[in-house]
């Protein structure tokens, strides 16, 4: 999926167990992201950075959620462990990463891989892709996805 595109509306269940349906966030801009694994290095890093950035987000009400297979008690683990500040869904079935083109073939260690491709996405109030990245690096990743947030609410 690119800039232009709709996203897929989605129900998945959060890190409570609850289910989080994206028909909640008509009527704003929100960021998405897709990652492979709770608790390791760069997944972490990654979560992290957007909790640390997560009250300028939402001073724009702007909410980030990430997205990966893992449990939902993998997730709230996670959030506890490392204090995180968003919203983490469970797509056990990567039911959302297919249809978000987030699922696929990528090189780990040298071999290719069926996987999570690291990309994120701003949505914006019409549920149209304002922004997306795909193979995302993780350093410094977060704060460009603000700096773009913050320009389109401009």
Not at 109 to 127: D, M, P
């Amino acid at each position: 999926m690119d800039a232009g595109d709709r996203f897929p509306k989605f129900v998945l269940k959060d890190e409570n167990g609850e289910e989080f349906d994206s028909g909640s966030l008509d009527g704003i801009r929100y960021v998405i992201y897709f990652y492979s694994k709770d608790g390791t290095p760069g997944c972490t890093k990654e979560a992290i950075d957007f909790s640390s950035l997560y009250p300028k987000f939402m001073m724009r009400n702007i909410p980030v959620i990430g997205v990966s297979k893992d449990s939902t008690a993998a997730h709230q683990r996670f959030r506890e462990n490392n204090s995180l500040k968003v919203k983490l869904l469970s797509d056990p079935d990567r039911d959302l990463m297919e249809r978000a083109g987030v699922w696929g073939t990528k090189i780990m260690y040298g071999k290719e891989v069926q996987g999570t491709i690291r990309s994120t996405f701003i949505v914006g109030k019409g549920g149209i892709i304002e922004a997306a990245w795909k193979g995302v690096k993780v350093t410094g990743h977060a704060e460009k996805v603000l700096e773009r947030a913050v320009s389109l609410t401009k």
